[in-house]
């Protein structure tokens, strides 16, 4: 199956009803062994990708995911950048901030973390959480040392999505190109694979009696959510949706995006310039002259 990922993408100023988003598609592989042939071409591509995207260290890469506890995150960002070459990739998490960086504004600690030119930044996580987490849970805003004045009432939101989107403009203007994800899990799911996770010894480490009490807030979760992507998403910098209740699918969908993405900035490798040609040629005669003495 073929799936649109253009229909995937929310357009500039929608309005996001996110249960009209489905979780769950029809597969774009039609078997594991499908699925394991697609995966490993699109790592290779983006492998190829990413070396064109070092050298010629015109643009950056920010990639953004965000998402309910258990969507895939983790799984998603290890097997879609397994033949990325490390020297030019980093992923960030950003949990809860420390008192240090309290003590600046909400954009400070992630944008210390953005990608140079020629690099790719994964954000897993990301300064998203201060509308999301954040307008869940508004106590969170008594701790961040801002005046009263400016965090009373429903304006602090807008005012967030407003720097945000001037920010990501600003990135853009600069040749940072912005990819953001949002893996889309059914709440149904996210209870399977909390299951999973208590059965699994190995996964244990994963389960806390918090990611429980967060479920309470599902629906302010999807709302939140919800006015966030219309909000945010634009031409420069847009969000998409991806159905992540079948894991492998979510995998393949993020993987092929990202690859457009890159493909999209016409890569290409440094120009050889006369002179360069000379200086070559100059150090090709003394390898062979080395080699006759």
């Known amino acids: 199956m073929k799936l649109d990922l253009d229909a995937l993408r929310i357009r ?15 597969p ?16 290779d591509e983006l492998s190829k990708l990413q070396q064109v995207h070092y050298a010629d260290n015109r643009y950056a890469l ?37 008192a240090h960086e309290l003590d600046h504004d909400f954009l400070w600690r992630s944008n210390r973390s953005l ?18 987490i954040v307008r869940v849970h508004p106590e969170i ?9 400016l965090i009373n009432g429903e304006k602090v939101w807008q005012h967030r999505f407003d720097s945000i989107v001037d920010m990501e403009k600003h990135l853009y203007r600069n040749g940072t190109r912005i990819l953001k994800f949002f ?20 996964k244990n480490w994963k389960f806390s009696t918090a990611d429980i009490e967060e479920r309470k807030y599902w629906k302010q979760y999807m709302l939140a959510y919800e006015e966030c992507l219309g909000a945010t998403s634009t031409s420069h910098a847009p969000w998409y949706v991806v159905p992540a209740d079948d894991k492998q699918n979510a995998r393949l969908i993020v993987s092929r995006l990202i690859v457009k993405t890159l493909t999209d900035l ?22 062979e002259d080395e080699s006759a003495n």
Do not use: W
């Open 115 to 132: 990608p140079q030119r020629g690099h790719i930044v994964i954000f897993n996580r990301s300064y998203y959480e201060e509308v999301l």
């Open 266 to 287: 016409k890569l290409s490798y440094p120009e050889t310039t006369p002179e360069r040609q000379r200086e070559l040629h100059s150090i090709r005669k003394r390898l």
């Open 141 to 149: 805003l008594s701790v961040q040392g801002i005046p009263d004045e």
């Open 12 to 26: 500039e100023g929608e309005h996001v009803n996110l249960g009209k988003r489905p979780a769950l598609v029809d």
């Open 62 to 98: 920010l990639l953004i995911f965000q998402a309910m506890d258990a969507a895939g995150k983790d799984g998603i960002i290890r097997h879609v950048m397994s033949g990325v070459n490390p020297q030019g990739c980093q992923v960030f998490s950003f949990k809860h901030p420390s």
């Open 183 to 202: 893996l889309h899990l059914s709440k149904e799911e996210q209870r399977k694979r909390f299951l999973d996770r208590i059965d699994a010894p190995a």
């Open 28 to 43: 774009v592989y039609s078997s594991k062994k499908e699925y394991k042939e697609m995966l490993a071409s699109h790592v």
